[in-house]
């Protein structure tokens, strides 16, 4: 049976964990490995790195921005825990779309995903070049060297500029390192990100004790951002400096993506993905209020390294920098590690649906990994990292989270319509389909709104791009073609 070009792009797929039968992901991985990806994916990024970006946008009200950003994220996960019970399987956001919006607009959150996870990937792997500079300048008294340790492609006072020579090694040889574990499999990956995320934890809690004992109250003073020659004063500055951050809640998204390798997914999804957003909330606001506490807000902007050095100029000594700085180079890794996770199986799920060409869906007999579709990611974000600079990925990876969250919130009360509820008790958002998603759907718009034009520019180039793929070759090789 033909179908015409808008059943085409209307067309739903019912994922379900089972239908490829035998050679599927392995099922390995329990709650608190889970839980560890979601909060490995998102403690680190947002404290390590944006509050250098976030905090001179908003000054101390940075802290109003990390929690509009996890009320947000709060609302959406709840839409997330609903969806993974109803559809438990690998590619999240782009899975539900598939299953509930149709095939054209779960393309489309595809690419949304590809941009939010690969440039996060790239963008956490950049902070981290920072902090292994940092500790090797406390430990060894050496740095690594400047046309080393920079992009080529830089922001400067007069827009984009280029710096022929430089590279930022450090995060290639970041990115290699967590592309060598990810090929060697699921199990190995999900307990070595557990140990990294129990040293982060520890680490910032050691941050949090001594920040503490500088706190100043007059730091607080004036709350909000007062300088408005680049338009942040008053809550603007609060919610464009969300709009920063707000990538950082990407955890919640990775851990969807695994739903097809965990053990009882229906109750184990959304657990973990409730459970690493309690845990997340809390460390940030814990660490942004020690932050700003012991450090006037003018101070951070351009700040390398930023919690290492208000460590040093607390105590006045060099060892409490040492030890974050170490924890840092530790607990970054594990975010740049489940990034990529992240990105592979997404882009698994979608070639598995015969959207992309097969090489991203092809597995390792002996440790069911996707080699070829890791090693791909890993050559794309290592390129990225190593020559482009960061202040150019935070807000295109914020647009890529915000767009996901919207079309997952979308996704529930068309689900509920659709009625066929699955087997076994799961968790359903309270208060009905529509008020838990509609407010999920207004907070996300909400910080997008301050969002740079550029970043508004440049989502929609990629968006076009995402489109004429899908009419040159996705429509055309869909799996659901031969299903008509």
């Known amino acids: 049976m033909n179908q015409s070009l808008g059943q085409k792009l209307l067309r739903t797929k019912l994922v379900d964990r089972t239908a490829d039968g035998a050679g599927g992901l392995a099922q390995t991985m329990g709650l608190f490995p889970l839980t560890m990806i979601g909060v490995g994916a998102t403690i ?88 292994l500079n940092n500790f090797l300048d406390n430990a ?129 999804v959304p657990l973990g993905i409730l459970m690493a957003l309690a845990i997340v909330t809390v460390f940030y606001l814990m660490v942004a209020l020690a932050a700003v506490g012991a450090q006037p807000a ?21 060892w409490p920098a040492l030890v974050l700085s170490a924890g840092a180079v530790i607990s970054v890794f594990s975010v740049t590690l489940v990034t990529i996770y992240g990105q592979t199986r997404i882009l698994y799920a ?10 991203f869906q092809k597995l390792n ?13 890993c050559i794309v974000v290592s390129l990225v990292a190593g020559l482009v600079d960061s202040t150019f990925l935070w807000d295109m990876v914020s647009m890529g989270t915000l767009t996901a969250f919207m ?25 009905g389909p529509y008020l838990i998603p509609g407010l999920s759907i207004f907070a996300c718009l909400y910080i997008m709104k301050d969002l740079s034009k550029t970043t508004f520019t440049t989502f929609a180039i990629w968006m076009t791009v995402a489109v004429l793929a899908y009419f040159a070759y996705g429509i055309r090789h869909s799996k659901l073609n031969s299903q008509t």
């Not at 509920?416 to 359903?428: I, L, N, S, T, V």
Request: charged share 10%.
């Open 44 to 131: 680190g990024t947002g404290i390590f790195f944006t509050m250098v970006e976030a905090v001179p946008k908003a000054g101390p009200s940075v802290i109003l921005s990390f929690l509009i950003a996890a009320i947000t994220a709060g609302l959406t996960a709840l839409c997330y825990a609903e969806l993974a019970f109803r559809i438990p399987a690998s590619g999240s956001s782009y899975s539900f779309a598939y299953a509930s919006v149709g095939e054209f607009a779960a393309f489309i959150m595809a690419a949304c995903l590809l941009l939010e996870y690969g440039l996060a990937a790239s963008a956490t792997a950049i902070g981290w070049s920072s902090y």
């Open 140 to 268: 060894f008294g050496w740095q690594i060297p400047e046309m080393l340790r920079t992009p080529m492609i830089v922001s400067g006072p007069n827009g984009v500029e280029f710096n022929v020579g430089h590279i930022n090694l450090p995060p290639i040889l970041l990115v290699i390192m967590c592309g060598f574990m990810l090929v060697r499999g699921t199990r190995e990956s999900a307990t070595t990100n557990a140990v990294m995320v129990l040293i982060k934890l520890a680490i910032l809690v050691f941050f949090v004790v001594i920040a503490f004992s500088g706190f100043d109250a007059a730091n607080f003073t004036p709350f909000f951002n007062t300088d408005n020659s680049k338009g942040f004063a008053g809550m603007a500055g609060v919610t464009a400096a969300a709009g920063t951050v707000f990538f950082s809640f990407i955890g919640l998204d990775t851990v969807a993506t695994a739903g097809e390798e965990v053990k009882d997914p229906s109750r184990t």
């Open 298 to 318: 003018h101070m951070f902007a351009h700040q390398e390294a930023g919690l290492s050095v208000i460590l040093q100029n607390v105590t006045g000594q060099s």
């Open 350 to 359: 979608i070639s598995r649906d015969g959207l992309i060409p097969k090489t």
């Open 365 to 377: 007999a002996r440790t069911a990994a996707p080699v070829s579709n890791t090693i791909i990611v």
């Open 407 to 431: 079309v997952v919130s979308m996704a529930v009360p068309v689900m509920r319509r659709r009625g066929g509820e699955p087997a076994g008790k799961g968790f359903r958002v309270p208060f």
